[in-house]
């Protein structure tokens, strides 16, 4: 829908950590963690402060194919 709020997927490399985890083109990332993204900034600044913890794991909601799902991405590798 026009009103969906988040960041829209336009490019992913099948060898990094969210195509592994199976991150699409065509996605929105609404959420990371529990929080809420409305800007690529925002999702910047927050992936980056996971990258500086011990066990980085993003918990990443999606808006995907008229449905709404989780994917989680492993930041270590």
Known sequence: ???TRGVFVFQVDRAS????????IGDIIQ????KQITDLS???RIIE???NRTN????VKV???RATHFVFI???K
């Open 74 to 76: 492993d930041l270590k």
């Open 42 to 44: 925002t999702a910047k």
């Open 31 to 34: 959420e990371i963690n529990g």
């Open 56 to 59: 980085p794991m993003q918990m």
């Open 17 to 24: 950590p969210g195509g592994i985890a199976g991150l699409n």
């Open 63 to 65: 808006w995907s194919n």
């Open 1 to 3: 829908p026009l009103d």
């Open 49 to 51: 402060e996971e990258l």
